[in-house]
């Protein structure tokens, strides 16, 4: 698999870039997700997720990606009822987030290593330990 695109993440004031896919455990956003148009090799999902934390909430703000009638994705599509921002409850997982230079470029999914990676831990949706790796550069 080629490397992916990640996720956009606001968090603390910082537009960040996930190492993660929190829409990947919601049953409900997977099952329209077929109408997807896949057609990337660096987006097999089809789409690129806009997140925000507020309140040690993981919020999902916005989604980028076309449908297969030619449209747009919108948030309204996937959460009914939802256009401009859905708490992400569905979600307990931990998000990785790249910080620095990459040390070890891995051509497959997130697999890639850098200088720094800064996890957040999620329960339902919920912040609950936020931690930072630092990785030995590879020689």
């Given at each position: ?17 996930m ?34 934390i ?79 790796v ?6």
């Amino acid at each position: 698999m080629t490397a992916q695109f990640g996720e956009n993440l606001r968090y603390k004031n910082e537009q960040l870039s996930m190492l993660s896919n929190p829409l990947g455990y919601c049953d409900s956003f997977n099952e329209k997700a077929k109408d997807l148009v896949i057609d990337c090799t660096a987006l097999w999902r089809g789409y690129i997720g806009n997140w925000e934390i507020i309140d040690d909430r993981l919020y999902l703000v916005g989604i980028n990606g076309e449908l297969r009638n030619g449209s747009k994705a919108s948030l309204d599509y996937f959460f009914p009822g939802f256009p401009d921002i859905v708490f992400a409850h569905w979600y307990s997982g931990t998000i990785r987030i790249p910080k620095g230079e990459c040390i070890k470029y891995v051509h497959m999914g997130y697999a890639s290593e850098y200088e720094q990676e800064l996890y957040i831990f999620v329960e339902q949706g919920v912040i609950t330990e936020v931690d930072t790796v630092t990785n030995s550069a590879v020689k």
